[in-house]
């Protein structure tokens, strides 16, 4: 079944650092890709996405590009605030599964340090 | 622009006992899905409904159920708990099913299992 798997935390950076967090999938089909950010005791806000090939997504100073060949999606931001904090999550949803079944990764919790 | 909201924010149960959640989906949205995020994990597809009816389902025992309204809210019923049905439960909702639809998520309701 499709799957995403992603850099384990916790990530702890100085503010103004770069970011990248590691997101590869496997699909059945050719899927969206999506990435969530979790802030601490909210639900899921989605930062970005990206529904085809060599696509860029950005948000908040966020991107992640859909790399088809590499069956990648990793994000980035060239300097990371305190207020980036947070739990980060890829997901994908498979258009060979009829519907919304986004697949999720276990999250990759991110500390920036003052 | 009222968003998705869900109710209750917290509970207690005892094993054993019956639970239902309630799920408002954000407004001009028709299709609501479940699912379950165990502490430190990722969300969990339980199940999504359209018109009222399942679509789809994750791997999730018959213990759990739902149902969708007329006016798109919908309801997670969880009979017979158990411990490790303890975790949040996030109600998603977007409009129509396809895959590249963004869901957006309400903020939970945690359920403790006594």
């Known amino acids: 079944g499709d799957s995403v798997t992603q850099m384990e935390g916790p990530v702890t950076l100085s503010e103004e650092a770069f970011l990248t967090i590691n997101c590869t999938y496997t699909?059945?089909?050719?899927?969206?890709l999506f990435w969530y950010v979790q802030y601490p005791g909210e639900g899921l806000q989605l930062l970005l996405k990206a529904t085809k090939a060599d696509d860029k997504g950005s948000n908040k100073g966020f991107e992640a590009t859909y790399r088809k060949e590499t069956t990648s999606f990793h994000l980035e931001k060239g300097s990371v605030q305190v207020s980036d904090s947070a739990v980060y999550f890829c997901a994908l949803s498979d258009p060979g599964d009829y519907g919304q079944n986004f697949v999720f990764g276990p999250g990759t919790r991110l500390s920036v340090l003052p | 622009d009222a968003g998705v909201t869900q109710s209750p924010t917290h509970l207690i149960k005892t094993r054993g006992q019956q639970v239902t959640l309630r799920c408002s989906p954000k407004?001009?949205?028709?299709?609501v899905s479940w699912y379950q995020q165990a502490l430190g994990q990722g969300p969990q597809f339980i199940f999504q409904?359209?018109?009222?009816?399942?679509?789809q389902r994750g791997n999730f025992p018959d213990r759990f159920s739902g149902h969708q309204f007329p006016n798109y809210s919908s309801e997670l019923n969880v009979n017979a708990l158990l411990l490790g049905d303890s975790a949040l439960y996030l109600c998603?909702?977007?409009?129509?099913?396809?895959?590249?639809?963004?869901?957006?998520f309400g903020e939970g309701s945690w359920l403790t299992v006594v």
């Open positions: 998603a909702s977007s409009l129509g099913q396809g895959s590249g639809n963004t869901i957006y």
């Open positions: 409904y359209y018109e009222e009816e399942e679509r």
């Open positions: 699909a059945t089909g050719y899927p969206s």
């Open positions: 407004s001009g949205h028709d299709t």
